[in-house]
């Protein structure tokens, strides 16, 4: 079993919900529960009482066959979630301080997640109810600009690009804004910390990008704090 898989079958057998990281996963690889289940030899409902919790959780034969069958099923289709996921997630020794990765064990609307953090919505309030958040990624804003290289920009997004950044070290929030319109991939949300007065460039970046903009003013370690307990 190869790294991407294993890092799959651990994070479910390690989870205190496996079935909803069953679900987040099927999820981030566009499978459908009868797809799954025509491939693992189950019914749906099973599939369904796994990731609602209402059946025990899954043993080992489970989750090595809910894994290869999501690889078996994305491979029909060009392995387009595979190659991107092995793409975009990061090599242990070129992590960095200015940016640390979470991944949620289920996921969560872009509204709760606002709630969460108690933020404020600058830009694009509508879009929250719709978007699914499957994590965030905590950056040290003028490290990012500075340090950053084009080619490093997709490791943001670890596992997956549904996700909200969250800004550290903003003035106006103009620079982030600007780092995010040039460049190729887009993060579903945007938080910029401790902003008392937003730039307008940024926010019409934001519109235009039709990404939430959001401001907290939450201390940054409360907002990790309960990011954590997703």
Known sequence: MDELREKIAGEITLAESPGSAMKKWRELFGVTQIELAKQIKISTSTISDYESNRRLSPGVGVIKRFVEALFIIDGVHGGTVKNGLERMAPKTEEKDSFYTIHDFTSPISGSDFNRIIEGKVIANPNYLDSIKLFGYTRLDSLRVILELSPAEYPKLFGSTTERAFIFERVSSGRSP??????????????????VTTVDKLAIKIAQIEKIPLLVTKLDIEEVYKRLSKL
């Open 177 to 194: 804004l600007v780092v995010i319109r040039v460049s190729p991939i887009k993060p579903k949300v945007i938080v910029i910390h401790n």
